[in-house]
Structures are given as structure tokens and as C-alpha cells.
């Protein structure tokens, strides 16, 4: 019966002055998490009660857990965050009166280092130092970018010269993976985008008696923005993020620091035949995107309008000018250059965690396809100056 009584005891702290300027934290009953618990800030409401802290006379807190029946998961926190308010106080711990097994769950969460990263995104700080950090850091994240661009820069320079050390083979993988691979889901994006293209237009032409027209609106959008932009796009969520994962992999396996000791240059190496292979193969990716947003819209007018092919291609090739369709070009050519570079850049800014290659991917492709965005915005006021 008192063994029963004692395994039934519900959790309870006490606290007792020892003599040798220490204060002796009492743990007895069950400490099982289902039966609930006191809460882990006892020792401090405690310390802050007396003020024995700040006059010196206690020095050391001492845990005894003698009448102790069973305990779980819960008993180690609340003695971890005992232990974390000691050391913020700098007060000696003692924790020898703990059974066993929390002693050794104590020692190892000790040996394990503190996840900072895992810190930073439970982050309360107020939200104007958070805004105010934020600014200083991507303003200090440009200077890395701007010597990422120039390392680039200077690499694109010996490409040029010949001067340029890397595998050729290499080249070709990376041409074959953003080129042939992408093929599919660039079909289906393309043809879809001119489906939809087709159908809005419809819409509404139908109301004028101006279904022709829809063969204007399809192949202009799909020639001077929609094709290289959806291109770009896909690309970035696909690509892009390759890019960044692999880099950001290599980093962590401290294979980029090991080219390095070998004298390899790694934005020769590894940056520039990525970037090179996307900006090739986008302009071709651009066309065939074209085409399929094309054939997209010709579905539509056959389908729905009644147009015939021989029709909507002639209204279509009679509408696109050849400036329009070297301008996607160009843009498409700019928009690989953008979606390389940024993911590349993710890759070697990544952390040295297994989560951080996730993080650095989810950047790239959030970075490629803002910076994507902004530069079609500002190529259509560029090409609208210059009557293009």
C-alpha cells in the first residue's frame, strides 16, 4: 500500500536552503506528462521571490529526486529549462540526486550543438527589428551578389579567350538536362497557356464578330512576352532549383572547398557550364514554346470558332512581325541568364545543414522568377520606347 500510494502521488516541486549557499530543488511523485506537470519557470519565480541570488547567498542549486516514482519526457524538460535558468543567472548545478537515465538524456542533449537555424525561424523578436534586420541583411547580401556576378563575369572572359577550365562533357549533361529533358513539361505549359489565350479571346471577340482575331492576339502574346515568360518560368522551378540543390549538396559535402584545394575554380568548374547550357538552350525552348501556344490557340479556333487551320495560320503569320519574335528570343536568352545565375548563387550561399539545400532551392526559384518578372516588366517599357 505505500508503494501504491507513492506510485500515485501526483508531481509536486519543493524548494529547501541547504547550508553551503546552495538551494535544494525537491522532485517527487509521478512526472508523466499524461498526469500534467508544474509548469518549467518554477525555479525562476522562485530565485526572483527571495533575491538570494543577487546578495550572493545562493550560489548553487543542488536537484534531489530520492522520492521520485516514474517520470517521462516531461521531468527532462523541466529540468533542462531548470538548468538554462542556472546558467543565465550563473549559478553552479548539481544533478546527481537525478535518476540515471535523466542524467545520461541531460548529458547528450548537452553534447548535441545548438541548432541556430532553428532559433532563427522561431525568431519574436519585436517586428520592427525584424523589418530592420531584414533590410540590413539584403542590403549585405548584395554585396555578395555583386562579387558573384563578377566572378561570373570574369569566367564568361576566359570562356571567351579559351582560358576557361571545365569539363566539356559536363557542358553537354547540363545542356541535355535543361534542353531534351524539358521538353515535356514545356509542351504541356505552352500549349495550355495558348488554349487559354485562345479561349479569353474568344470570349469576348465572338461578341464582334471578330473571331479571326483571335489568331492576332494568341500569336503576338505567345511570340513577344507569354512564350519566352512561361519558358522562364517553368525553367526556374525546374532548373533553377536543380541547381541550387546541387550546389548547395556539394557545399555540404565539402566538395566545392575540395575543387578549390585541388585548384580548380569553382565558378569555372561548376557555375559556368550551368549558366552557359541554360542561356543556349532557352532561345530554342522559346520558339518551340511559341509554336505550341500557337498550335494551342488553333485548337481553340477549329474547335470552338470554326476557323479553319489554313486560316488562323495565315492571320497568325500575316499579325507576327520578326522583330516580335527576336525580341522573345533576346528576352528568353536574358530570362536564362537571370534563372542560372540566381540558382547557382542559392547553391553556394547554402548552409551546411541537410534542410539548408531545401531552403536554398525554395530561394532560387523564388528569386529566378521575381527577378524574371521585373525584367519582362521592364523590357516591355524598353521595347515600347523603341517602337518594338
Known amino acids: 500500500m505505500p508503494a501504491e500510494r507513492k506510485a500515485a502521488a501526483p508531481s509536486s516541486v519543493t524548494f529547501e536552503r541547504g547550508a553551503d549557499s546552495s538551494l535544494i530543488v525537491h522532485l517527487s511523485g509521478v512526472w508523466r506528462m499524461r498526469h500534467g506537470l508544474p509548469t518549467g519557470d518554477l525555479l525562476n519565480r522562485e530565485l526572483m521571490r527571495t ?7 545562493i550560489r548553487r542549486v543542488v ?10 519526457s516531461g521531468l527532462l524538460v523541466f529540468v533542462t529549462r531548470a538548468i538554462e535558468t542556472c546558467k543565465a543567472r550563473n549559478l553552479d548545478t548539481d544533478i546527481s540526486g537525478l535518476p540515471a537515465g535523466v542524467k545520461r538524456l541531460i548529458d547528450l542533449a548537452e553534447a548535441v550543438p545548438e541548432n541556430k537555424e532553428a532559433e532563427t525561424k522561431a525568431d519574436r523578436r519585436p517586428f520592427v527589428e525584424r523589418v530592420g534586420r531584414a533590410t540590413i541583411n539584403y542590403f549585405d547580401g548584395l554585396d555578395e551578389f555583386v ?15 579559351g582560358h576557361a577550365r571545365f569539363r566539356r562533357v559536363d557542358l553537354m549533361i547540363e545542356i541535355q538536362d535543361c534542353g531534351a529533358r524539358a521538353f515535356g513539361i514545356v509542351t504541356l505549359i505552352s500549349f495550355l497557356v495558348g488554349v487559354i489565350l485562345a479561349f479569353m479571346g474568344a470570349v469576348q471577340l465572338q461578341q464582334f464578330g471578330a473571331s479571326i ?11 513577344r512576352d507569354m512564350g519566352a515568360m512561361m519558358t522562364a518560368i517553368i525553367m526556374a522551378g525546374r532548373t533553377g532549383a536543380a ?22 575554380a569553382p565558378m569555372e568548374f561548376l557555375v559556368l557550364p550551368r549558366v552557359l547550357a541554360l542561356v543556349l538552350m532557352m532561345p530554342l525552348l522559346c520558339v518551340y514554346s511559341d509554336m505550341l501556344g ?21 492571320e497568325t503569320f500575316a499579325a507576327i512581325e520578326l522583330g516580335g519574335v527576336f525580341g522573345g528570343i533576346f528576352k528568353a536568352t536574358v530570362y536564362g541568364a537571370i534563372i542560372g545565375t540566381a540558382g547557382c548563387l542559392r547553391g553556394f550561399q547554402c548552409g551546411s545543414s541537410s534542410s ?7 530561394s532560387a526559384v523564388v528569386t529566378g522568377i521575381v527577378y524574371v518578372v521585373v525584367a519582362c516588366g521592364l523590357f516591355a517599357v524598353l521595347f515600347n520606347i523603341l517602337g518594338l
Open 51 to 57: 533575491g538570494e541570488v543577487r546578495t550572493g547567498e
Open 63 to 72: 536537484f534531489e529526486a530520492g522520492d521520485l516514482a516514474d517520470w517521462d
Open 147 to 161: 562579387a558573384f556576378l563578377g566572378a561570373l563575369a570574369i569566367a564568361f572572359g576566359r570562356l571567351i579567350t
Open 213 to 223: 482575331y483571335v489568331a492576332d492576339l494568341v500569336g503576338i502574346g505567345m511570340v
Open 243 to 264: 541547381f541550387a540543390a546541387q550546389l548547395g549538396s556539394m557545399k555540404v559535402t565539402q566538395e566545392i572547398d575540395a575543387l578549390t584545394t585541388m585548384g580548380l
Open 294 to 314: 500557337i498550335l494551342g490557340g488553333a485548337a481553340v479556333g477549329a474547335g470552338m470558332l470554326n476557323i479553319s487551320l489554313g486560316s488562323y495560320m495565315r
Open 356 to 362: 539548408a539545400v531545401g531552403d536554398a532551392a525554395t
